[in-house]
């Protein structure tokens, strides 16, 4: 058996003359929890679409739990388990009424199906009646049935586009618990997410950035390239930045220059750099070596090369 769950080389789509996913290549081991990052229209949910056989590759190819497109991807939807962006859930439906209908859709035998909501809802810690109308349900809760359904058919793959888009801290944190047991279960996990804090807690991460794939690794690997040099947090207290700032934008090695909240990141190619472009640092200010996060390398990556 292969140790990729999934395997893309190449892999293309495009609608009409959009090329949506471009010529991406790379493997997601068995068990891993693989992120996706990019800003809005980078091509992640189309590629998810693509790997779940909801949508069939221009050129390339592809290979899921072993499986291929030639039969129009009918076999790959049978061993994954998609959960898309949007709530996929019926409000007007009580909870048993919505995993039956999901098991409906997958032609599970009622026995089965029951089997799996009990090990599922002891999974995700659901324990309310099944009565319970969905549309009553906070948010997060919502998620996990909706997490729940998507597992109902037990596959060996799943996909969660923007899992936890809109519901509270605590109940990210949760759902991400979730994931970390799934996986524990031998499942493949293939998470996009907007949350930098969640990315950190994929195994690897792929970068996307207007349908091409711009960086592959783990969150470490993916500051380490972005950032060889030093980086720094500078505070300009209540004096603010004056000009400093426009003279920092033009220091040699400076490799990026960004605000977070009221003070600034600079990243440059090496100390020397960093020694002499901080050297007309305002009285009162302070600039303190930091490690960069995911968001640093999201904005020098994606937003940096926008910009």
């Not at 290979?63 to 129009?72: A, H, I, K, N």
């Not at 990141?265 to 996060?293: C, K, V, Y």
Request: charge should be neutral.
């Amino acid at each position: 058996m292969s140790a990729c769950a999934l395997e893309l080389k190449g892999l293309s789509i495009k609608f009409g003359d959009f090329t949506a996913v471009d010529d991406i290549s790379f493997c997601v081991s068995r068990g891993e929890i693989f992120g996706f990052l990019g800003a809005n229209g980078a091509g992640k949910t189309t590629t998810i679409r693509m790997l779940c056989g909801l949508l069939v590759p221009t050129s390339g190819s592809a290979t899921v739990g072993g499986l291929g497109f030639e039969d129009g991807g009918m076999g790959i939807k049978k061993i994954v388990g998609y959960m898309s962006q949007k709530f996929t859930l019926y409000n007007d439906l009580t909870v048993g009424e919505n995993i039956d209908f999901a098991a409906g859709l997958r032609k599970l035998e009622p026995a089965y199906a029951g089997k799996r909501r009990k090990e599922l809802f002891d999974l995700i810690g659901f324990a309310r009646p099944l009565s319970t109308m969905v549309g009553s349900l906070p948010g997060g809760i919502k998620q996990e049935l909706s997490l729940a359904a998507a597992m109902l058919h037990d596959p060996e793959i799943v996909f969660l586009d923007e899992p936890t888009s809109g519901v509270a801290p605590a109940s990210r944190a949760r759902f991400w618990s979730l994931i970390r047991k799934i996986t524990a279960l031998g499942k493949t996990v293939i998470v996009t997410t907007h949350y930098m804090d969640e990315a950190e807690q994929c195994g690897r991460i792929a970068l996307m950035r207007t349908g091409k794939l711009i960086a592959l690794g783990t969150p470490a690997e993916l500051k380490a390239a972005a950032f060889p040099g030093p980086m720094t947090e500078i505070d300009f207290k209540e004096a603010g930045p004056g000009g400093f700032i426009k003279q920092l934008e033009g220091a040699p090695g400076l490799l990026e220059l960004s605000p977070h909240g009221m003070r600034w990141h600079a990243a440059f190619n090496d100390e020397a750099a960093r020694d002499a472009a901080l050297a007309g640092l305002p009285a009162g200010a302070s600039a303190a070596r930091i490690a960069p996060s995911l968001e640093d390398v999201f904005i020098r990556l994606v937003e940096g090369v926008e910009r």
